[in-house]
Every structure is written in structure tokens, then in C-alpha cells.
């Protein structure tokens, strides 16, 4: 690890950094998965010192590419550190890849707070590619920030998003807020003003409305599925509107620590979505469930809630041919 920290920190080609930055965090939090299987604390977790330091060496160059340092700096998705494992423990894997991003923030919050400022792009939006890696770059700081649990952070978070003149720099900011929580681990204040702002500006816009549904369907707060289960008789959704569908629905299928619930709460609420959408678009629904496809990855008593799901939309009177398909090779 400590070459691919090197390599990170110190190689000419900017591939080869990215490449290398990927391979170490994808190594840690594999580790740190295992440990907290294991039994560790999240506070306990490996954060060595030569990833740190390289990480803080890319972002101390940020002023030569952000573009690039935004690109280098984001950790490998929990979708795909999944498929690096054998039996998949969803619970763990998004811990140990929490506790690495609050491990960043905590470590580099300094550095964190001056590619946040020095990356605003002041006067009137430019979509010029130059303009845009800095917004990345910002709002890839602002997401690391808002881990850090901080009052002044989710205040300038909110800030960001009322002040915004972009839809870019709105939804970083109202995606940030929408994941934070307070003590008592409900949503976070600015996160509920922030959502309830947007859906007031953009209510009568539909494609925007599909972004505030997403937001809400792929937060990791511990209420999303009852959120979600709320969002379904929302004005805002329609269950014959594919849009609306994907952006809810299928958002949620893609959300690994609620969908995988070990409980089978979230499989269960996608088998009845999936029977009701079958009867209105058969279409949809057999996208919605291919969320199913890899449901053998995981542990024993995931495969029995998913199992039981697909037996129940396989059972469902009047199935469509088109869901029929995916439940049966599913099973198979």
C-alpha cells in the first residue's frame, strides 16, 4: 500500500495517480469491512498514514487540475467495492467506507476548507469545462466537510444551496444535507429546510422534481424506506410515470445499505412495487427488477428475504411475460 501511496502522491501521469488512488482506498475499505465484521469499532479502523498524506498532496496541487483532484479524490463506489467481494456484507462495506470519509475530513479539514473556497466560481455561470472541474472540486470538499457532523458546515452547506445560480452547485449541496443527521439521528434541520425549498422552486419543473426524488430515495439516513414508502403518495410521484419510477423507486433498488436491509424490508418493498408496476408497465417494472440479479452475492439470510421476494412476484396473478423472465432466471 505504501507503493500505490507513492504512486498517488508522486507519478508524472495523472492516470497512473487516479488509478492508484482508487486501488488503496478500494484495499482499506475492503480491510476495514472485514475488521468491522470481526468486530471492530469504526473508530478503531486502519487510516494509514501514507494515504492520508498522499490524498493530501493531490489536494494541495488542486490549483493545477481540479477537474483531475476531484476525479483522483472520490472514492470507488459502494457498488463497486461490492463486486470485490466474495459474500457481500453491505452494513460493513458502507461503514467501513463512512468511517474512511470522515476519516479524510477529520484528518484534512483544513485543506478540505481551502479547495472549498478557492474553487467558487464568482459572476455569472460559465459551463466551460475549466469552471466546471471547479465546481467539482468544491462540491467534492463539501461532501467530505458535511461528514464531519459540524454545525458550521451544514450552515454554509445551506448557504451553498440558497445562494446557488447553478443546478450543479444546488444539488451537491442539497445531495450533502439530504445524507446529515442531528444528535438524535433524524434528518438534520438544514437538510429538511433544504428539501422543502427546492420542491417549492421546482415543483411545477417535472425533470427537476425526478432529482429531488432520487436525493431522497438514495440517502443513507436510518428513515429512508419509510421515507420512501411517503414519497409514493406524494403529488410529486406517479407510479405510471417511468421518470418518477426510476428516480424513486429504482433509486431506492440502488441504494446498498437500505435495499440490502438484513431485516428484508427493502426487498419487500420492491416486490410490491414491482407487482404493481407490472399490472400498469411491464417494461418498468422488469428494469426495476433486475435490482434483483445478484442477490446469491450475499449472505445466507439476504438470500432468503430475496428469495422469498422473487417467489412472491413469480406467484403475483397475471404476471407479465417481461417480469416473468427475470423473476424466473432469477431463480433458476
Known amino acids: 500500500e505504501d507503493s500505490l501511496a507513492h504512486l ?12 492508484a488512488g482508487q486501488r488503496i482506498a478500494t484495499l482499506l475499505i475492503l480491510r476495514n469491512a472485514e475488521a468491522l465484521r470481526n468486530g471492530a469499532r469504526p473508530e478503531a479502523l486502519a487510516l494509514p498514514e501514507a494515504f492520508i498524506a498522499a490524498f493530501g498532496r493531490v489536494l494541495a496541487e488542486a490549483y493545477r487540475d481540479p477537474a483531475f483532484t476531484a476525479e483522483a479524490l472520490a472514492l470507488p463506489s459502494e457498488t463497486f467495492l461490492a463486486e470485490q467481494m466474495d459474500t457481500v456484507d453491505p452494513e460493513a462495506l458502507h461503514a467501513a467506507r463512512l468511517a474512511l470519509r470522515r476519516g479524510i475530513a477529520a484528518r484534512l479539514r483544513p485543506a478540505l476548507h481551502v479547495a472549498h473556497d478557492n474553487n467558487r466560481t464568482p459572476g455569472a455561470y460559465s459551463p466551460d469545462a475549466a469552471s466546471a472541474g471547479r465546481r467539482a472540486l468544491k462540491n467534492l470538499a463539501l461532501g467530505y466537510l458535511v461528514e464531519l457532523g459540524d454545525a458550521d458546515v451544514r450552515r454554509m452547506a445551506l448557504r451553498q444551496f440558497e445562494g446557488a445560480d447553478n443546478m450543479t452547485d444546488a444539488m451537491a449541496a442539497l445531495a450533502a444535507l439530504a445524507n446529515c443527521a442531528d444528535a438524535t439521528g433524524a434528518p438534520c434541520a438544514e437538510g429538511r429546510s433544504a ?25 443513507r439516513l436510518p428513515g429512508t424506506l419509510a421515507e420512501v414508502r411517503r414519497l409514493t403518495t ?23 445499505v437500505h435495499f440490502h436491509a438484513l431485516n428484508g424490508s427493502g426487498y419487500a418493498f420492491a416486490a410490491d412495487r414491482i407487482i404493481e408496476l407490472d399490472a400498469l408497465n411491464p417494461q418498468v417494472a422488469s428494469r426495476i427488477a433486475r435490482a434483483f440479479d445478484r442477490w446469491r ?5 439476504r438470500q432468503a428475504h430475496a428469495r422469498a421476494a422473487l417467489e412472491r412476484i413469480r406467484d403475483a396473478p397475471g404476471l407479465s411475460r417481461d417480469v416473468a423472465e427475470i423473476v424466473t432466471r432469477g431463480l433458476a
Open 297 to 301: 452475492r450475499f449472505d445466507a439470510g
Open 8 to 19: 498517488m502522491a508522486h507519478d508524472s501521469d495523472a492516470f497512473n495517480r487516479w488509478e
Open 234 to 256: 406524494h403529488p410529486a410521484f406517479d407510479i405510471r410515470n417511468p421518470n418518477k419510477v426510476y428516480a424513486l423507486i429504482r433509486g431506492f433498488c440502488a441504494n446498498h
Open 195 to 219: 428539501l422543502a425549498a427546492f420542491y417549492e422552486r421546482w415543483k411545477n419543473e417535472a425533470l427537476v422534481v425526478d432529482k429531488w426524488l432520487a436525493v431522497q430515495s438514495t440517502s
